[in-house]
């Protein structure tokens, strides 16, 4: 059963704190996706990376950063938690290099709420 | 500037009935267009295409893709509570495998 794990469910920053979420895979895919999901506004893409330490600017990457150091894992990072950061996150991964589309698997979602 | 549409932003019926839901884009380079329900948690994967005309179904749930006219439908006859969700259009699009969402069609069916 494929699975794509997300680190904490639900979390409380505080505006400023340095917060980091989590994401593994373990279906050996290459690409992987971090979003945002907020009302009415659908899934937005914060950051992509389609392999280890590549990563693609999505369209929303103000005020996050990201790393894959190692090809199960893509972290999201906020560098300086604000309250307009509060929303819930989905990470995704997805089969193939560049040039494929394919089916994307969807974590269970972090959400994060920054007071 | 790529994007991703979808129609109505919510829709209520009752049990039985058969929705139609829309989604039109506009984005460079199309290689795919997906669709997936989300309830409570994560959005699960329902149907992917890629090739015009070709309907893709399971169960009650089928769609199909227009690539000249840029849109996907996905219908949902005798629809059931169970329906009840978030239904999600994405494409996929440039080499990079970019996958960009629509804001989704709340669906709810009443009993």
């Known amino acids: 059963d494929v699975k794509v794990t997300q680190s904490s469910r639900y979390l409380v920053k505080r505006t400023g704190e340095k917060v980091f979420l989590e994401c593994v895979q373990d279906?050996?895919?290459?690409?992987m996706f971090w979003y945002r999901q907020d009302p009415g506004l659908g899934l937005r893409l914060i950051y992509f990376?389609?392999?280890?330490?590549?990563?693609e600017k999505g369209d929303i990457p103000e005020g996050y950063s990201v790393s894959r150091e190692k090809k199960e894992r893509f972290s999201l990072i906020l560098e300086s938690a604000s309250t307009n950061q509060t929303s819930m996150y989905l990470c995704?991964?997805?089969?193939?290099?560049?040039?494929?589309?394919?089916?994307?698997?969807f974590g269970q979602g972090t959400r994060l709420t920054v007071v | 500037e790529d994007k991703v549409v979808q129609s109505p932003l919510s829709l209520v019926v009752h049990e039985g009935d058969t929705v139609t839901l829309n989604c039109s884009y506009e984005?460079?380079?199309?290689?795919?267009l997906l669709w997936y329900k989300q309830e409570k948690k994560a959005p699960t994967f329902l149907f992917m295409l890629?090739?015009?005309?070709i309907e893709k179904k399971s169960g009650r749930l089928s769609s199909i893709l227009d690539k000249k006219e840029l849109f996907s439908i996905l219908n949902i006859t005798a629809t059931q509570t169970g329906d009840s969700a978030v239904y999600l259009c994405?494409?996929?699009?440039?080499?990079?495998?970019?996958?960009?969402f629509g804001g989704g069609t709340r669906l709810m069916v009443k009993p």
């Open positions: 995704a991964s997805s089969k193939g290099g560049q040039g494929m589309n394919t089916e994307a698997f």
């Open positions: 279906m050996d895919h290459e690409n």
């Open positions: 990376s389609y392999d280890v330490k590549m990563k």
């Open positions: 984005v460079t380079n199309f290689r795919s």
């Open positions: 890629t090739s015009s005309g």
């Open positions: 994405a494409v996929g699009y440039n080499a990079g495998n970019m996958l960009t």
